[in-house]
């Protein structure tokens, strides 16, 4: 039994890897990465338009200086800007630019059609299976 979790474990790995690699081809053309897109996503989809920076690396599974590390060029690129909290004004909350939301709508078509394709060969019940099966493991 250890093998096989072992070996799902690295095909997981591998299928991840792959699907990065195909998504990250083709945000490319919008100037993010995959990972950027997350954190762009994650501040569009947010309550109020920001989240605080913790919030938000907890949010896309990064260390708080490693989101810090990634809006650095984001916030130069006026994608992303600081904006007050207006509840605590010793920590400054993240959201996006004007520039950024058009950035989100252009690179989630793109996004949406990798997904299309990633997942064209199942059908939707296969789909939702999935779906709860990776949230088993993410809890």
């Known amino acids: 039994m250890k093998t096989n979790l072992t070996s799902l474990m690295l095909e997981h790995t591998l299928v991840s890897t792959l699907l990065t690699k195909k998504i990250d081809t083709s945000l490319s053309a919008h100037g993010v990465s995959y990972t950027e897109f997350v954190i762009i996503h994650r501040l569009n989809t947010s309550t109020g338009g920001s989240l605080s920076r913790i919030a938000l690396a907890d949010s896309v599974g990064l260390t708080a200086s490693g ?9 130069k690129n006026n994608i992303v800007l ?5 509840r605590d004004a010793r ?13 989100y ?8 059609h990798c997904c299309e ?8 019940d296969e789909i ?3 779906r709860k099966l990776v949230n088993k493991i993410k809890c």
């Open 67 to 75: 989101i810090t590390r990634l809006l650095a060029p984001m916030e």
């Open 82 to 86: 600081k904006v007050a909290n207006p």
């Open 91 to 103: 920590q400054s909350l993240v959201g996006l630019t004007p520039v950024g939301e058009q950035l």
């Open 105 to 112: 709508k252009d690179a989630s078509v793109s996004f949406e």
């Open 117 to 124: 394709a990633a997942f064209s060969l199942f059908e939707g």
């Open 128 to 130: 939702e299976l999935l």
